[in-house]
């Protein structure tokens, strides 16, 4: 029961997701971070099998390798692009040359994962690419993922508008956080919000509504 959502504003981007662990029937962790954050000003929100997001890491490596040997960093397309080829060669397990493969090898097996792709480039300003399991790859004003996309796109297809201020963003996840958890049968209590701009990507807020103990005493 997975939402993994954004959008773009006036001057950012912003990715929203669920933070629950689960495993079939179990929820492991209500706290789990599934937006990374790339590099200075790129995020990635991901959604999928546990062990599939792992590939987000490999995206993160490969990108600061980038950077490191050539001095500047990959814009949000190339990154877009990059991603989207090594899924493609992960699908069909075949390794031809990839025009921005850098260092580490992507396992010969499908990765199930959806990613939604945030970042601000100088003199470009912000974007957001949807990237799926099968390598497709769009760039978009607003996308989402999981279970709860059946909600958060038809709230942003009637609430999003173009150049929306980070107060009216931020309001417009509110109300998709609130349309999942009413009428989704099994909803994932918290989200984490996260936001890029011309200063950078960081996290913005939370939406708690059940945290994680600390601990748990002996009866």
């Known amino acids: 029961m997975e939402c993994v959502f954004g959008m773009v504003g006036d001057g950012f981007a912003l990715v929203a997701a669920d933070t629950s662990a689960v495993h079939s029937i179990l929820v492991h962790k209500s706290n789990e971070d599934k937006v990374m954050i790339l590099d200075s000003h790129k995020l990635l929100g991901a959604s999928g099998e546990a062990g599939d997001r792992s590939f987000t890491e490999y995206i993160q490596k490969n990108v ?3 950077e490191f040997r050539n001095g500047i960093p990959l814009t949000t397309a190339a990154t877009a692009n990059f991603t989207r080829c090594e899924l493609a060669l992960a699908l ?3 390794r031809p040359s990839c025009p921005v493969h850098i260092v580490f090898l992507v396992s010969q ?3 199930f994962v959806n990613i939604l792709l945030a970042g601000y480039d100088k003199n470009i300003g912000p974007s957001l690419y949807y990237i799926d399991y099968i390598a497709t790859l769009h760039k978009v004003d607003k ?3 999981g279970y709860g996309s059946y909600f958060t796109l038809s709230m942003m297809d009637r609430h999003y508008k173009s150049g929306m201020s980070l107060e009216e963003a931020i ?3 509110d109300k998709c ?3 999942i958890r009413s009428r989704l049968v099994v909803a994932p209590p ?3 919000i996260k ?3 011309k200063d950078g990507a960081r996290e913005y807020a939370w939406r708690e509504s059940i945290k994680d103990a600390a601990g748990v005493s002996a009866a």
């Open 64 to 66: 600061h390798v980038y």
């Open 92 to 94: 069909r397990k075949v």
């Open 109 to 111: 097996n499908p990765y």
């Open 143 to 145: 996308g989402a993922f």
């Open 171 to 173: 309001d417009l996840v």
């Open 177 to 179: 956080i609130i349309e």
């Open 190 to 192: 918290n989200f984490v």
């Open 195 to 197: 936001i890029v701009d």
